[in-house]
């Protein structure tokens, strides 16, 4: 018998030693998160694992799951108490030890294995942890999977046996990295600054980028999990003017943002400037359907309209179709229409073949912008991203809101929109032209204007994008617009950032 996990221990007690803690919330809608130690601990994990080798059988698959951590002081740790619970649930454990997301995720095909469960916590501040689980290649986890995985856990209902076995693969990146540089090298000698925010990817990426042809400035590429000068996020703005600085003291071609588990990559042009990933996706749109005709991409709710609007893209019989923000979603949606590519503003993108797996990657990314930019001799990153229509956008702002409360918060935003549009109200003095309400509430005015209010998937957040093709005063009106819905919530807190 294995107990119930409680919602609540104390540390230093008999009790948090030897019974699980699990908090419900760290379930979210794709994967798991948590503050280790306030919301779970090792025996918790343990539970996770055995829970997770229970929901593997009964979804019919074979119980062989990859795993792998990344670089934070305790993810080892946390690994291992995942794996001897998935050892106690009977499954064959493959561990390919220090890895990025991505690696894991080709560490399914690459060793023939179904399942994966990776340890980390993404981009979040230390002291979070988590685990990204799929059982369908290349597939993660969706709604569906996490709510049964949750009531697993939570009522210790676990189907535990005997048969469970361990193998480590011995320099398993090796594999990873072939796979990804065997290909053509570039014919421009590209300037590249590689940052990683002292993150996974540093361990792998400057190889990478160097084996395809690449001059690498590495930037903050010495693993250190106590992130010393800002989180690993290529959508922060700390990581993006370090990347420009370096840019511009370099004179290089263009900067490249990782994540901390690099299943994503920011873009830092030639000048110094950000590119947001979505604007990067209706570049790389642009390339891509060039050569592949007919093109069809997955774009979340949260990127450009560009997307629909782009005359290029129109030429080149590009279809679009908007789809739910979440690493789990847009990788299902791209696969189940078997679209070209899944482009979301956060930078996962997912390819599909003859481009990558269906996964996200951070590195792929890297390449596949580097490719473009061989493509386009004479042409600079800032050349291909000026030749696109201006729009004025924001980063994405997050302000602070309790997970038991901003699902609700955003039911009532939209139903406070659905009204205005009943009644034919205006938003920021134009009427609304449409409303998509797929994944939160994207609210487009006459003027092609738009703003974004949703609840983040995986911290307790909300998220709030605007955009506009008028001006930046129009972004702004959009932004006051939908920020003054959002402080009728007294729950609505700070922003992490704003425009």
């Known amino acids: 018998m294995f107990p119930k996990p409680k919602p609540v221990l104390v540390p230093n007690t008999y009790a948090?030693?030897?019974?699980?803690?699990?908090?419900?919330?760290?379930?979210?809608?794709?994967?798991a998160r948590w503050l280790f130690g306030k919301e779970i601990n090792l025996m918790g994990i343990q539970a996770l694992g055995m829970g997770l080798g229970a929901l593997i059988g009964e979804l019919g698959t074979k119980q062989e799951v990859v795993t792998g951590h990344d670089f934070r002081g305790y993810s080892a740790s946390i690994k291992y108490a995942l794996i001897s619970g998935l050892l106690a649930s009977g499954c064959k454990v493959h561990d390919i030890g220090l890895c990025m997301t991505p690696m894991a995720y080709f560490a399914q095909f690459e060793l023939d294995v179904p399942c994966v469960?990776?340890?980390?916590?993404?981009?979040?501040?230390?002291?979070?942890?988590?685990?990204?689980?799929?059982?369908?290649?290349?597939?993660?986890?969706?709604?569906?999977?996490?709510?049964?995985?949750?009531?697993?856990?939570?009522?210790?209902?676990?189907?535990?046996?005997?048969?469970?076995?361990?193998?480590?693969?011995?320099?398993?990146?090796?594999?990873?990295?072939?796979?990804?540089?065997?290909?053509?090298?570039?014919?421009?000698?590209?300037?590249?600054?590689?940052?990683?925010?002292?993150?996974?990817?540093?361990?792998?990426?400057?190889?990478?980028?160097?084996?395809?042809?690449?001059?690498?400035?590495?930037?903050?590429?010495?693993?250190?999990?106590?992130?010393?000068?800002?989180?690993?996020?290529?959508?922060?703005?700390?990581?993006?003017?370090?990347?420009?600085?370096?840019?511009?003291?370099?004179?290089a071609d263009l900067g490249l943002g990782f994540d901390g588990d690099g299943d994503r990559c920011g873009v830092v042009d030639n000048t110094g400037e950000e590119i947001f990933a979505d604007k990067v996706g209706v570049m790389l749109a642009r390339d891509m359907s060039a050569i592949h005709k007919d093109a069809h991409f997955v774009v979340d709710v949260k990127s450009t309209g560009l997307f629909v609007t782009d005359p290029v893209l129109q030429k080149q019989g590009v279809k679009v179709t908007y789809w739910k923000t979440g690493h789990s979603y847009m990788k299902r949606r791209t696969n189940e229409l078997g679209a070209l590519a899944g482009f979301e503003k956060s930078g996962h993108f997912f390819?599909?073949?003859?481009?990558?797996?269906?996964?996200?990657?951070?590195?792929i990314s890297a390449i596949a912008i580097c490719e473009m930019l061989d493509r386009a001799p004479g042409k600079s990153m800032a050349d291909l991203k000026n030749a696109l229509p201006k729009t004025w956008s924001s980063p994405t702002m997050s302000p602070h809101c309790a997970d038991e409360a901003k699902y609700g918060i955003v039911d009532a935003v939209v139903k406070h929109f659905e009204a205005m549009q009943k009644k034919g109200e205006k938003v920021a003095e134009q009427p609304i032209r449409d409303l998509v309400t797929v994944n939160g509430i994207r609210v487009t005015v006459e003027d092609g204007s738009w703003g974004l209010v949703r609840a983040s998937s995986n911290k307790p957040e909300l998220v709030v994008v605007v955009e506009s093709p008028v001006s930046e005063q129009r972004m702004r009106d959009l932004f006051e617009a939908m920020d003054s819905v959002l402080r009728t919530h007294p729950e609505v807190g700070e922003y992490n950032q704003k425009i």
């Open 351 to 363: 390819f599909n073949k003859p481009f990558g797996r269906g996964y996200d990657d951070g590195l």
């Open 16 to 31: 948090y030693e030897s019974e699980p803690m699990v908090k419900a919330t760290g379930f979210r809608e794709y994967d």
């Open 117 to 251: 469960a990776m340890v980390t916590a993404s981009h979040n501040d230390n002291g979070w942890t988590g685990v990204k689980m799929g059982a369908n290649r290349p597939l993660t986890f969706g709604p569906d999977e996490m709510t049964r995985l949750k009531e697993i856990v939570l009522n210790a209902d676990f189907k535990n046996k005997v048969g469970g076995s361990y193998q480590f693969h011995e320099n398993f990146p090796a594999r990873y990295i072939a796979d990804l540089t065997g290909r053509p090298k570039l014919k421009r000698r590209l300037k590249v600054v590689v940052a990683c925010g002292n993150g996974t990817a540093g361990a792998f990426a400057p190889k990478v980028m160097e084996a395809i042809g690449c001059e690498v400035v590495p930037l903050d590429t010495e693993l250190d999990h106590t992130f010393p000068k800002y989180n690993p996020n290529p959508e922060d703005m700390k990581m993006l003017h370090a990347i420009r600085d370096a840019v511009l003291q370099h004179k």
